[in-house]
């Protein structure tokens, strides 16, 4: 359970962030046949899911929170124990784990005939070598989180969060506890929300051992995530999601505070390979020990466990 996903560069530059109409949900008569709206393409339930596979740790929080990860008969991938509760832990301990083989960039390793074999009537999560019309070929549908969706450009939110909970309530039957779960997580932001506090903040993902700085702008998690903590993203005027950044770039802005995401490894050198660089020591967050490093999935892509990360970071940085 400790070990993590190895998110490549290419990954953190490819990911999408939500399609616009995702998650709209058609049915008959209040019930099924039920149809989702899920990157673009339309996506049919006769019945709710009984037997699901995961392919990505995503959808686990979602599913904890309807109480229908018992549903979940096999997974594959990497579910970092950092992330969950010791409840959603055990539930996922029942779970057969299948494969978390991946590859140099850490994209999983799994063959169609070993998913087809386990009969599942959903799979969450598309991988490279399993795409979402091979599996329609064999009739079993699939669902990808909106802000995995390929090509999208829509401003996350924290509705985005609320939204796809309604969507999964309304897939599995749960709409009340979709209902109560969202008024939940809507209470715990509405608890951490702060008016700007004057600071600015970047949100940076490292290359350990040397290479690139990613910043993220407007159209990421990290935004709103940072103005409900009551920061400036420091970055906040660029459209785009998540883009390489010089130290010359981060001195010229010299945000207040650094959050630097990361997928695996020591969080210490996650820092040093930041607070390292020549020059760095003038940044004012070096200079004042205002740096926060924060697992990656506890900002993006928007679930509940962006909720989690801007506790912490409203934690970290309390005035």
């Known amino acids: 359970m400790k070990k993590f996903v190895v998110l490549s560069a290419v990954l953190l530059l490819s990911a999408g962030c939500g399609a616009a109409g995702d998650g709209v949900a058609s049915e008959a008569g209040g019930g099924y046949p039920l149809t989702v709206k899920n990157c673009g393409a339309d996506v049919t339930f006769d019945r709710a899911p009984e037997r699901t596979v995961l392919l990505k740790s995503a959808a686990v929080p979602y599913l904890h929170d309807l109480g229908v990860l018992d ?14 509760d010791d409840a959603t832990l055990a539930e996922l301990e029942r779970i057969p784990l299948l494969t978390d083989k991946t590859d140099t960039s850490g994209h999983l390793q799994i063959s169609k005939e070993v998913v087809i074999s386990q009969q599942p009537d959903l799979v969450f999560g598309e991988v490279d070598n399993l795409s979402r019309d091979t599996l329609s070929a064999v009739d079993i549908p699939l669902l990808e989180e909106p802000a995995m969706c390929a090509g999208n450009t829509a401003v996350p939110t924290f509705d985005d ?13 749960r709409p009340e506890q979709a209902s109560t779960a969202a008024t939940a997580l809507k209470e715990r932001v509405g608890k951490v929300e702060k008016v700007g506090n004057g600071r600015t903040a ?10 690139v700085t990613y910043a993220y702008g407007s159209t990421s998690m990290a935004h709103p995530q940072l103005e ?6 420091a970055f906040g005027e660029s459209k785009e999601r998540v883009f390489e950044v010089t130290l010359e770039e981060l001195l010229g802005r010299n945000p207040d505070v650094l959050i630097l995401l990361y ?3 020591d969080p ?9 660089l020549p020059g760095a020591e003038k940044l004012q967050a070096v200079q004042d020990k205002q740096v926060m490093t924060q697992l990656f999935n506890f900002t993006e892509p928007p679930s509940p466990l962006s909720v989690d990360g801007l506790e912490r970071i409203a934690e970290r940085f309390q005035q």
């Not at 210490?268 to 607070?275: G, L, N, P, R």
């Open 202 to 211: 970047a949100v940076l993902y490292p290359t350990v051992g040397g290479g």
């Open 263 to 265: 997928g695996d490894g």
């Open 268 to 276: 210490a050198k996650v820092e040093q390979a930041v607070t390292s």
């Open 161 to 173: 969060i609320y939204r796809q909970l309604e969507t999964y309530g309304k897939v599995f039957s």
């Open 71 to 84: 549903r979940v008969t096999a997974r594959a991938g990497h579910y970092p124990e950092e992330y969950y």
């Open 228 to 233: 409900a903590a009551g920061f400036t993203n």
